[in-house]
């Protein structure tokens, strides 16, 4: 019956336009029915990540009602959810874009197959990345391991055009019963923090495509040397957070960013390339479902990691007497983001100088990311921990007074984050000390901590470390 309507399930692709699913439900003529889902798998976010979808949900609830739809909210694991809301609608089956991470895969795999069983349409479509993982293969028929062979395989492929979001959504003659969003306290676990990181997030499908133009227009010529230096505070897109939850589409950025290249922008390339590594992050995810908790690297599960520590807590408080590392580290719980050469400093901070499994840290960013996402966290640990996919060997450490002299020589992003370093700290340093727990007892008057370890000790620590756990 063609009045039957489909339920289209939304996960982390809360737009309406650069939408393939949602391009295929508008052409079947039929009632649609958009339908978001916490279950078990969503539940289990880290206390960012849940308070960002809070806001996405509340800004696509919105964006649909303005297009005579509305967001359907129901709690529970997925399948017996779904098979509920067909039975209420009597529709004909559901649709939703593909997630490849393992415990999304699975789910989704149970669903299609119960419902098949029933008769009902089943159907899953592209959506989060611009090539599929199973569609890019090396000369030998197997995935990339490496990401430079990878973007050149990828940077002549054809990429669909971004369809643009239609007009109207069909609704339904009778919509079924939704939750509260309010009632799921999804920003719960933030508590004081949430207002403060919630003055740097740009929520929703229109703020994204904003963001790119605006990026686009400016910024982008300047990257490839900008993006490097965290004191400037507009030189990135600031794109992540959006790709994160689906607020923007990766072929219209693809596209926006080849458009740019053509006009001669000098920053479009490498701009295109970091978009890329995203993609080469789920492409690796996708053939190592492993990935975000064993070592890559074979050989690598015997290294003499240490457990989660105290140093590793002062290091997740901002407290290791590092400028740089500290400031990164204040940057994200304030903003809910970091910038990413900051990312690779940390990282290599915690897992090398105080040699630290690189879980506990990807386990931390997975709780303090407003931007966390699965694929690019677990890689990027991996890559600096030295188990992870790429050339480089174990001995590349970041020294974060280097790192600190060559990208911030200005002091401003260390000024700008640490209030203790400097007379009279401005608002966000300070604003550091509103979103911490209180049990933490922080006090921006108190004197800033002494180094955790003398930065040639902790290398040549690392190095010992390194090879013992190669004998």
Request: hydrophobic share 45%; aromatic share 10%.
């Amino acid at each position: 019956m063609s009045d039957a309507p489909l339920i289209l399930w939304f996960r982390r692709d809360l737009r309406l336009g650069d939408h393939p699913m949602l391009t295929a439900a508008v052409a079947s003529g039929r009632p649609l029915v958009p339908v978001f889902i916490l279950d078990p798998e969503t539940e289990a976010l880290g206390a960012a990540p849940k308070f960002r979808l809070d806001l996405a949900l509340a800004a696509f609830a919105a964006t649909l009602a303005r297009h005579g739809s509305r967001l359907i909210l129901r709690r529970g694991p997925a399948l017996p959810v779904l098979e509920a809301l067909v039975a209420e609608t009597v529709a004909a089956g559901v649709m939703w874009s593909r997630s490849y991470d393992a415990a999304a895969r699975d789910r989704d795999q149970a669903v299609k197959a119960a419902l098949k069983a029933r008769g009902l349409l089943a159907q899953s479509h592209p959506g989060s990345l611009l090539f599929e993982p199973w569609e890019v293969e090396t000369g030998q028929g197997g995935p990339y391991r490496v990401y430079t062979p990878f973007w050149r395989a990828v940077r002549g492929r054809p990429v669909a055009e971004a369809a643009p979001a239609p007009a109207t959504l069909p609704a339904p003659s009778v919509w079924p019963a939704s939750e509260r969003l309010d009632d799921w306290q999804l920003s719960a676990a933030m508590n004081r923090g949430g207002a403060v990181v919630a003055a740097y997030q740009r929520v929703g499908e229109d703020k994204a495509l904003t963001r790119l133009e605006e990026f686009s227009a400016g910024p982008m010529a300047a990257y490839a040397a900008d993006r490097d230096l965290p004191g400037l505070t507009r030189a990135t897109s600031g794109l992540s957070e959006n790709l994160a939850w689906g607020e923007i589409g990766p072929r219209a950025i693809w596209h926006r960013g080849w458009r740019a290249m053509a006009e001669g922008n000098a920053g479009a390339e490498t701009f295109l390339k970091e978009l890329v590594w995203r993609e080469f992050a789920w492409h690796l995810m996708y053939h190592y479902p492993q990935l975000d908790r064993a070592s890559w690297k074979p050989g690598w599960e015997t290294f003499p990691w240490r457990a989660d520590n105290s140093d590793a807590e002062a290091w997740r408080r901002g407290m290791t007497g590092e400028p740089f590392v500290d400031a990164a580290m204040r940057e994200m719980y304030v903003t809910g983001r970091m910038h990413n050469r900051a990312r690779m400093i940390v990282a290599s901070y915690l897992t090398k100088h105080l040699l630290t499994d690189w879980r506990v840290g990807l386990q931390w960013f997975a709780d303090c990311l407003t931007d966390w996402d699965p694929a690019a966290n677990a890689m990027g640990w991996q890559w600096v921990a030295g188990c992870g996919p790429d050339a480089a060997p174990y001995f590349r450490i970041f020294n974060p007074a280097g790192q600190a002299e060559k990208f911030d020589t200005d002091q401003s992003y260390r000024r700008r984050w640490i209030a203790e370093l400097t007379r009279h700290p401005g608002p966000e340093a300070q604003s550091y000390f509103a979103a911490v727990p209180r049990t933490w007892q922080l006090d921006p008057a108190r004197r800033y901590p002494l180094p955790r370890i003398d930065l040639a000790e902790g290398r040549a620590r690392a190095l010992a470390a390194l090879q013992q756990g190669k004998t």
